[in-house]
């Protein structure tokens, strides 16, 4: 017997309820702030805080409508969020920044999402490179793109380039095993690249040799940090709250990153994740949230790249390069975890 007697005006009521609320539903998506995500690389487990963040509905609680759009190497993601067609971006090391608005690009850095850079130098035990003198004789196996790097760890360190041989190589790690060269490089994010290596491969982080960068900085024109400052507040305050789950959470975050990226594999991410939310929380997080940057290195990098006659048009400003303005409005929101 049923509980209660359903009349024609009973399911008609309820329809119209369904109806409105449906038609509220639609309203309230179509009034949410399309916010798009430029990466210049391919989706993966740098992005497990915003994955975390957009299934679990927190930007949609913020009002914004996120959607993380994938680089690559035939992308210039720089120049997309400049020309204003996307509204905020990431790009893997913090150099790039600098040199965009050395070229006068009107785009910011208004956080970062990993606070010392991941990038190394790999050896082996037989032949180790321990430290920045070690490199001295040594063959390193590099990416084109990667030598800068290499030319101000030896600026830093007072080492003759005379004295260490460069071998362009791509992002194979097996030249290293088969004796071509003494050391290699790659983020210590990348676990499935160094699993070849074997767990006695010996790491010289580019952070510990005295190249103090940012990884996976966020950024944004200077018009819409002048004019659309709330957005970005709302975008960083989102993010945050998922790179907070995804640390208190590890396998479950894991779990929702395959969800929006079924290509990838689960135990190489779930092994990656606890590397990268290492480098996302530390000390400086511990005091000042998720995303914090401090003036004084972003200084430091600049007048390296100075000095290594990087910029060919001028030498930015720190205030050119990066803003707290987003960090100061969050400050009380973003975790504090390390």
């Known amino acids: 017997m049923m509980p209660s007697r359903l009349t024609r005006r009973s399911l008609l009521a309820g329809g119209t309820a369904g109806l409105c609320l449906a038609r509220l539903t639609d309203i309230a998506a179509a009034a949410a702030t399309p916010l798009n995500m430029q990466l210049g690389w391919l989706g993966g487990g740098n992005q497990l805080g915003e994955v975390c963040a957009l299934r679990l509905g927190y930007f949609e609680n913020e009002g914004l409508d996120f959607k993380i759009q994938p680089g690559g190497p035939n992308n210039d993601g720089i120049a997309v969020v400049a020309s204003g067609r996307y509204e905020v971006g990431q790009v893997s090391s913090s150099p790039s920044l600098m040199l965009a608005v050395s070229q006068d690009l009107p785009i910011r850095c208004f956080a970062v999402s990993a606070q010392k850079h991941p990038y190394a130098f ?3 035990p037989k032949n180790p ?6 490199f001295r004789g040594k063959r390193v196996g590099i990416q084109a793109t990667g030598v800068i790097l290499l030319r101000a760890l030896m600026a830093k360190n007072r080492i ?3 004295e260490v041989k460069i071998v362009t190589i791509g992002s194979d790690m097996a030249p290293l095993l088969t004796g071509q060269v003494d050391v290699v490089t790659g983020w210590v994010t990348n676990v499935t690249a160094l699993s070849v290596l074997g767990p006695a491969r010996v790491a010289l982080r580019l952070w ?3 190249v103090r960068l940012y ?3 966020y950024y944004a024109t200077t018009d819409a940090l ?18 907070d789950y995804a640390y208190a959470n590890r396998d479950a975050a894991i779990g929702r990153l395959l969800e929006v990226f079924p290509n990838l594999v689960a135990a190489d991410e779930r092994a990656a994740a606890d590397v990268m939310l290492d480098y996302c929380f530390d000390e400086h997080t511990r005091s000042h949230g998720y995303g914090t940057m401090d003036p004084a290195i972003w200084q430091e990098q600049i007048t390296m790249w100075s000095n290594l006659g ?23 929101t973003r975790p504090k975890l390390g």
Not at 129 to 134: G, L, N, S
């Open 310 to 332: 990087q910029f060919s048009k001028r030498t930015p400003s720190v205030d050119e390069v990066m803003t707290k303005e987003i960090l100061d409005a969050t400050a009380d």
């Open 226 to 243: 002048a004019k659309n400052s709330d957005m970005l507040v709302r975008f960083l305050r989102a993010a945050a709250r998922g790179w």
């Open 122 to 124: 790999f050896s082996l």
């Open 160 to 162: 003759d380039p005379e």
């Open 129 to 134: 490179v321990r430290e920045p003198a070690d």
């Open 215 to 217: 990884a996976n900085p």
């Open 208 to 210: 510990d040799a005295g």
